[in-house]
């Protein structure tokens, strides 16, 4: 979620961003094993069309599995896939989605106000806790003098990043710097650690050229990273954790429309929370 994401300089992500090539997606219709009912009213074209924007994993996988909730309630959920973090914004401020989901509410509120854009949440979903994973060392105990590790590039992510990394004792940041902090405010540095930062969607990749990493959720999941491969892992009750839960995005005054309020149902129906909680196993954790 991006530090510098002003509409004419996004671009200039140069070495950072994943396939933001013009906003390429991959496209699901999430319409499998609908019931008798359902199936009936797809093929007599009675679904109404919502188009969803997400990034491939967890986001695109949970939509998936609220598809035939969201089927009973008269719609059919077409889903675009995003690999970077601008694309499915601008895409929803111009029209061509009804909602996205990949974002949490900082960096929402972050693009608004570098783009100009009226973005809002409709609900909050689920989080997923950053967490700490080996690249050339093996643990935490172990870093060199002088270690690179691997952190989100934007403001938003970088500072939790900046919390967990503290919460280890690596680093000690100024007093009150919280969810704003930088690498600025750090005031304490005993292993003397050098931060590479980096588009969170690189992360994985950058691995095993860095000591360790701290990775986004969803790009942990969708490298094929588990919760029990981390060194360490946000606390559920870290400010980080219960500030970052990731939403359902609308333009400003569509929060209540039919189709989003029935998005949202789905997406807390009892069906998709028990998919989350036995396919994630930690990594991902609803907040209904």
Do not use: W
Request: proline share 3%; net charge negative; aromatic share 6%.
């Amino acid at each position: 979620m991006k530090r510098t994401v002003c509409l004419v300089t996004a671009a200039l992500l140069a070495g950072s961003l994943l396939g933001c090539s013009g906003g390429k997606t991959s496209e699901t219709t999430a319409s499998g094993g609908q019931t008798e009912t359902t199936a009936a009213a797809a093929g007599s074209g009675e679904l109404k069309k919502i188009v969803v924007g997400a990034s491939p994993a967890p986001h695109a996988e949970i939509l998936k599995a609220a598809g035939d909730v969201l089927a009973a309630k008269g719609y059919e959920l077409d889903i675009k896939e995003y690999v970077d973090y601008i694309q499915p914004n601008l895409a929803l401020e111009s029209g061509d989605l009804d909602a996205n989901y990949f974002q949490h509410l900082p960096y929402l509120e972050s693009f608004n106000e570098e783009n100009g854009t009226k973005l809002v949440s409709a609900a909050a979903i689920h989080y997923e806790p950053f967490g700490i994973y080996a690249g050339k060392t093996a643990s935490l105990e172990e870093l060199p003098d002088g270690a690179t590790v691997a952190v989100p590039n934007d403001t938003s992510n970088e500072a939790r990043a900046l919390l967990l990394l503290e919460a280890q004792g690596l680093i000690k940041l100024k007093e009150g710097a919280g969810l704003t902090a930088t690498k600025n405010d750090i005031v304490e540095n005993p292993k003397n650690i050098k931060l590479y930062e980096v588009e969170a969607a690189q992360i994985p990749r950058s691995i095993d050229d860095v000591d360790v990493a701290v990775i986004n959720g969803n790009y942990a999941i969708d490298a094929g990273f588990k919760m029990s491969d981390a060194l360490a892992v946000e606390d559920s009750q870290s400010i980080a954790a219960t500030t970052y839960g990731n939403v359902i995005a609308v333009r400003e005054g569509q929060e209540n429309d039919e189709a989003v309020k029935a998005l949202i149902e789905a997406l807390e129906s009892d069906e998709v929370k028990a998919f989350i909680e036995s396919t994630y196993e930690g990594a991902v954790v609803p907040l209904y």
